[in-house]
């Protein structure tokens, strides 16, 4: 595990001459999910979470204030966002202006690499991107906790991607003022023994999601037998994750985190009506996985909201994996991941 700091806070003043900053963060994939909220005004979720951040699929994301301008211009991988990813950003600017006490509008300018809408969390590296450079914009002085309660609300997994490795997201707590819970909700890393992992990231469907993740979740809090159970469960499945990674024993790591993913998979199912993300390729990439684990290789899946398998491995074994992978659905994109770096501003020279 890399032994440098996990995140940049970023100081008073920086930015706030020249109005100008950037930043790149990277989607992490829960290990421990999160799944439905408390309050969706302050994405504050039902459960506690914990992630590992991706050294992959990075975005990247520069603030420009522009002093006079009547409206924000948004740009996603060069061409105007529109519809509801512009709403959210806008939103997002709005909060940062009132934090900061300045209402300048804003030129913003992301590039993303991680497959839109499709469970790959790429709402998780586009707000927390877009935390770090608009703080920094606007001249707000945050450390890492205030950075991650910000970014959390653009995008609950935003929270997570704040930091490098493996980071918990609480979820606060329920009572108390609005500003309490508001407070008690963010994510800091978790320290890990060397496990040295690897995320291989089978990309069965890079479509957009024909349910997205917040009605789905409001589906299945709001009418699935199984979601308090599996809430309750996942608590213990925290606690079990944590100890562990701790420990530094993938296998332990490999199995809390399937039984937690197909767990809140099964919550979906008996939602009224039921959403399914599971497609019959993803059925076929789980098979793979439990041959995988047949033959000796420590191999474990997760999903997140969308039909794309991740499979935690040891790093010496990821490239078995990967072929074990491709072999089982032909023609689709894998990826291998490792654990990456936390949210960070970049020089203007792009370093």
Not at 325 to 341: K, L, N
Request: aromatic share 4%; net charge positive.
């Amino acid at each position: 595990m890399r032994s440098e700091q996990r995140t940049v806070p970023v100081p008073a003043g920086r930015g706030s001459g020249a109005g100008t900053a950037t930043a790149v963060a990277h989607p992490n994939i829960a290990l421990v999910k999160y799944w439905g909220k408390r309050d969706e005004r302050l994405f504050l979720p039902r459960t506690d979470s914990l992630s590992m951040t991706l050294d992959i699929f990075p975005t990247t994301t520069r603030v420009r204030l522009a002093p006079g301008a009547e409206h924000d211009t948004l740009t996603f991988n060069g061409a105007p966002a529109t519809g509801e990813a512009r709403r959210r950003i806008a939103a997002f600017l709005d909060l940062v202006r009132e934090r900061a006490a300045l209402g300048h509008r804003a030129v913003v300018d992301t590039v993303n690499t991680v497959p839109t809408g499709a469970g790959l969390a790429s709402s998780a590296s586009g707000f927390a991107a877009l935390a770090v450079a608009a703080a920094a914009a606007y001249g707000l002085a945050l450390d890492a906790t205030a950075l991650s309660r910000l970014a959390r609300r653009g995008s609950g997994s935003a929270s997570r991607s704040l930091f490098g490795d493996f980071a918990v997201w609480h979820a606060g707590v329920s009572a108390g003022t609005a500003e309490q819970a508001d407070l008690s909700s963010y994510a800091e890393p978790v320290h890990a023994a060397p496990l040295d992992p690897a995320l291989v990231i089978a990309v069965v469907d890079a479509g957009p999601k024909a349910v997205s993740s917040r009605e789905a979740m409001r589906r299945t809090v709001g009418t699935s037998p199984l979601y308090e159970p599996w809430a309750h469960s996942s608590g213990a499945d925290l606690a079990d994750m944590r100890a562990a990674l701790g420990r530094g024993d993938l296998e332990a790591v490999g199995e809390i985190a399937e039984r937690n993913a197909l767990g809140m998979h099964a919550t979906m199912l008996a939602a009224r009506p039921a959403v399914r993300y599971m497609s019959p390729a993803s059925l076929t990439v789980l098979d793979s996985v439990l041959q995988l684990r047949r033959e000796g290789t420590a191999a474990y899946a997760t999903m997140d909201a969308g039909p794309n398998v991740k499979v935690l491995c040891r790093r010496a074994d990821a490239q078995r994996v990967a072929a074990a992978v491709r072999s089982a659905v032909p023609g689709r994109a894998v990826h291998i991941a490792g654990p990456g770096p936390g949210a960070r501003l970049l020089s203007e020279d792009g370093r």
